[in-house]
């Protein structure tokens, strides 16, 4: 292995109870982190109307912390190679309490929007730290589902989706004071409760020596463009979708964003079943059936059905499809990338992953634009999720770790 690293005398045996631990404290931190990336987005119709934006301006006030966000990921991903997630989870989730609060003064004032919106984005960098945390603390054969249960922490998006404008019904400043209340409470206990494993290999080269190596690898790569698939997917749905349902099927917002929860929360529930069915199945499998069983429903939706019942049919399970997929993905990641850098490839990964969420929205806004349809939007996500199909069980199947 070309990484130079320091280790840790080896503990006796493996703590179960302090995986478990730090399985809970890490999920729990990324739901709340991403909750708090993800508090522009529910409420940017109301800074419409408040500030006078355009369709444009709109989109990109919510685009700003996702790139940030996921951009972020690579150096926080390194970081936590370094540093461990005892240093990085409290310290991450208390410097996200400061954007949220900035929320309050700034609401008035676009370009102060945008400025605390890219602050903001350090809320999306949290899944860089708990991959190499929960990577470390579980055998390889419980890994897969480990990794999809933090994974449900991804979450927060639809929480903060469906309680933020309901909990500013009751004041307009009460999100922004209830989330940074408990990033408040959760960097109390995580730096408390999170624990690095004791015989973790640490780094001692430079951060950008660590991310160059990362990059050298040709699985970074490739994770990164399946992932950018599955879980890009996810996010521009979770973007995108309340904007579909509102302009093609004429919903009102709050039965848009309604049935927009609904498509996250499928896509929560099916990523640790990927990860569960990659300890049994190999996960360049798991994320091919994923990724073709999402290909096939996005042709059903580019023939604009009746939503009720074919179009909510073919939306959740392409759901499922992408949740499955993000599990599975990751999964693999854990069993081709070397230990030690594992933060390093996950920040590029998720970084690609996230990136990934950003570019559909403005095709699919970009398509309607110039022939009033969806159809074309569904038929290009169909035609990546069948390309990253073929390439998972082609390739992927028979990689193996390097380094």
């Known amino acids: 292995m070309d990484t130079a690293v320091k280790q840790s005398p080896q503990p006796a045996a493996r703590q179960s109870a302090a995986a478990y631990r730090n399985l809970i404290m890490a999920t729990i931190g990324f739901a709340l982190t991403f909750w708090a990336w993800n508090l522009i987005a529910p409420m940017s119709g109301d800074y419409k109307e408040r500030l006078g934006l355009s369709s444009f301006q709109q989109s990109f006030l919510v685009a700003v912390p996702v790139i940030v966000g996921s951009l972020g990921r690579i150096p926080v991903g390194a970081l936590t190679d370094k540093y461990g997630a005892k240093l990085m989870f409290p310290v ?114 430079s951060l950008v020596h660590r991310l160059g190596q990362a990059g050298r690898l040709r699985v970074t790569w490739e994770l990164s463009a399946l992932y950018a698939i599955g879980f890009g997917g996810i996010v ?87 949740g499955t997929a993000s599990g599975s993905i990751f999964a693999l990641v854990s069993q081709v990338t070397p230990q030690p850098k594992v933060g390093s490839v996950t920040g590029i990964v998720g970084a690609m992953g996230g990136l990934g969420g950003f570019v559909p929205p403005l095709v699919m806004g970009a398509i309607f634009t110039a022939k009033d349809s969806y159809s074309i939007g569904f038929m290009l996500l169909s035609d990546l999720a069948l390309a990253g199909c073929v390439y998972a069980y082609g390739r992927m199947r028979n990689i193996q770790r390097e380094g």
Do not use: C
């Open 236 to 322: 521009a749905f979770g973007v995108y979708l309340p904007t579909y349902l509102k302009t093609w099927y004429d919903m009102s917002p709050t039965e848009a964003g309604t049935k927009a929860a609904g498509f996250a929360l499928v896509t929560v529930i099916f990523r640790p079943i990927g990860g569960w069915l990659s300890d049994r199945i190999h996960p360049a499998l798991v994320t091919s059936v994923a990724l073709l069983v999402a290909a096939l429903m996005a042709i059903v939706q580019a023939f604009d059905p009746d939503l009720n019942p074919v179009g909510t049919i073919a939306l959740l399970v392409m759901a499922a499809g992408l």
């Open 92 to 205: 991450v989730s208390a410097l996200t309490i400061v954007p949220v609060l900035l929320l309050i003064p700034a609401k008035d004032s676009y370009g102060a929007m945008l400025a605390v919106g890219f602050l903001l984005g350090l809320g999306g960098t949290t899944f860089a730290i708990g991959i190499p945390l929960v990577n470390s603390w579980f055998p390889p054969a419980e890994r897969g589902l480990a990794l999809g249960i933090f994974g449900m922490g991804m979450g927060g998006v639809a929480l903060s989706g469906y309680f933020t404008p309901r909990i500013a019904k009751h004041g307009d400043n009460l999100p922004f004071l209830v989330v940074a209340g408990a990033l408040v409470v959760y960097a109390i206990l995580a730096a408390v409760l999170v624990s690095d494993r004791p015989d973790r290999q640490i780094p001692t080269d």
